[in-house]
């Protein structure tokens, strides 16, 4: 989870976002403080802008490069508004019980 400090881009973006990693779930070392995420920009319908200043947890696959390659139609979400699922996600990453309950809906 992280925020935004470069924007990507509106519409199909103009590229990679750059985010300040604030907390780290699983998957990425525990010392990372910057990294670069490929949106998707320019070729993919499942493209997610990453707004400069607004917070972000991202799903992902760590490149050679150091990038993060953002996964098509992922999980990803702006924690802006899913503040309960981000709880959640903190729950189960350190071995608590996760209970969510709400609507689920597709947005794609």
Known sequence: MGKVIED?????GKGPGRMIVEEVFHGLAKD??????????GF??????LQKGERYVIYGTREDSGRIRRNS????FAVTGNEALLSAIRDAESGGTARLVGKVELKC
């Open 32 to 41: 990372v403080r910057e990294v670069i995420v490929d949106t998707g920009a």
């Open 73 to 76: 139609c992922s999980f990803s």
């Open 8 to 12: 990507s881009g509106r519409g199909f």
């Open 44 to 49: 993919s319908c499942c493209y997610m802008r």
